[in-house]
């Protein structure tokens, strides 16, 4: 849990660069994750996936391919 709290800690002093090469390497490391959020927002509270998409950092393209 520490570990977490350190790293929630860091990135909150984060510049906007940092915080965008962060969203790019989960996002890469977890597509199919980031995916199905975006899918279960459209099945389950009817967000659009533009919506979605935005929200999540990603492209509509990313998310279609």
């Known amino acids: 849990m520490a570990s977490w709290v350190s ?11 940092d915080r965008d090469a962060l969203i790019a390497r989960l996002t890469a490391e977890n597509a199919a994750a980031v995916a199905g959020v975006i899918s279960d927002n459209r099945t389950e509270h ?3 996936h533009t919506v979605s998409c935005r929200a999540q950092g990603v492209s509509e393209s990313w998310f279609y391919k």
């Open 46 to 48: 009817n967000i659009p």
């Open 7 to 17: 790293r929630a800690k860091r990135a909150a002093k984060a510049t906007p660069e």
